[in-house]
Nanobody, 123 residues
């Protein structure tokens, strides 16, 4: 089992930046593909970004490419999501997730989820 805890959400104006963090505890962090997902009110949870254990494989949703950057620090058991040029449509609860090495951008392959952190972007 792995436990995940997100932090770093908040309220920001459009065009601003936030950095989300996800601290993992439990089994070996490097065993997991790590992902970020988000869910806006009334919408399904959607993929945002993911990263392999060594950072060699990274995926982004088209809607965030060029604005968001995912990274991980295996020594700290932490994955990050740097979000720049934020837009009101980025407003959502952001979730960190851990999955097997073939999780990629497939939500159903992720086994463990954090509680989420709210990101609100005002116009």
């Amino acid at each position: 089992q792995v436990q995940l805890a997100e932090s770093g959400g908040g309220l920001v104006q459009a065009g601003g930046s936030l950095r989300l963090s996800c601290a993992a505890s439990g089994r070996t962090f490097t065993s997991y593909y790590m992902g970020w997902f988000r869910q806006a009110p009334g919408k399904e949870r959607e993929f945002v970004a993911s990263i392999s254990w060594n950072g060699a494989s990274i995926y982004y949703a088209d809607s965030v490419k060029g604005r968001f950057t995912i990274s991980r620090d295996n020594a700290k058991n932490t994955v990050y999501l740097q979000m720049n040029s934020l837009k009101p449509e980025d407003t959502a609860v952001y979730y960190c997730a851990a999955g097997p090495r073939n999780a990629y951008d497939v939500r159903g392959r992720y086994n463990y989820w954090g509680q989420g952190t709210q990101v609100t972007v005002s116009s």
